[in-house]
Every structure is written in C-alpha cells, then in structure tokens.
Nanobody
Framework: QVQLVESGGGLVQAGGSLRLSCAASGRTFSTYTMGWFRQAPGKEREFVAAIGWSGSSTTYADSVKGRFTISRDNAKNTVDLQMNSLKPEDTAVYYC????????????????????WGQGTQVTVSS
C-alpha cells in the first residue's frame, strides 16, 4: 500500500509559478512510475506529466509542455511538479498518482490507469 500526500498548491496570478510536491510512503517507491493529473470543475481528470522509476523518462501533456517540469527524488520518496508561466486554464485540483507496476519503461498517461492517488491540492490561477 502506498500513501501519497500533495502540497504546494495555492492562488497565483497568470504568468506566475508554483511548485507542487508529493510525499510517498512505502519502500517500493523507487520502482513506481509517478504521475500528476488534474481535474477542473465540471471536467474529467486529465494527464499532466509522468516520470519513470529512474527519473530518466518523462512525458508531458501538450498543454503544459515547456512550462511544467516533473522530477523525483527516490532517496526522499518525493515527486515534484514545477509549474511556470501559469495560465487561468491550469486552474484545477492536482493529484499525485502512483503506478505500482515495477520498472515500467514507458509511463502511462491514461487517467484512471494508476493504482494510488493522493487527496489532491488546489491550484488557482487568476487572470
């Protein structure tokens, strides 16, 4: 079982930056693919970014490519999402998720395909 706790959300003006962090429990964190997903009011959850178990493989949604960066620290069991040049359309609840399939080569991007997720953290971008 893995527990995930997100932090770092808040209110920011358009063009600003936020850094989300996710702390994970469990000794097998380093073998999991980790992802960030988001859900805006009235919309379905959507993929944002994912990072493979070693950190060498990353993938991003087209809408955030070049603005967001995902990273992980397996020694600390954490995964971060650096968000720059934020836009009002980035407003959503952001969820950290874990894919327990060990050592997956290509990170999954499909919402609902991960095994664990946190409670979410609200990001609000004002125009």
């Amino acid at each position: 079982q893995v527990q995930l706790v997100e932090s770092g959300g808040g209110l920011v003006q358009a063009g600003g930056s936020l850094r989300l962090s996710c702390a994970a429990s469990g000794r097998t964190f380093s073998t999991y693919t980790m992802g960030w997903f988001r859900q805006a009011p009235g919309k379905e959850r959507e993929f944002v970014a994912a990072i493979g178990w070693s950190g060498s493989s990353t993938t991003y949604a087209d809408s955030v490519k070049g603005r967001f960066t995902i990273s992980r620290d397996n020694a600390k069991n954490t995964v971060d999402l650096q968000m720059n040049s934020l836009k009002p359309e980035d407003t959503a609840v952001y969820y950290c998720e874990a894919d327990r399939a060990a050592l997956r080569v290509v990170p999954r991007t499909t919402p609902g395909s991960y095994d664990y997720w946190g409670q979410g953290t609200q990001v609000t971008v004002s125009s």
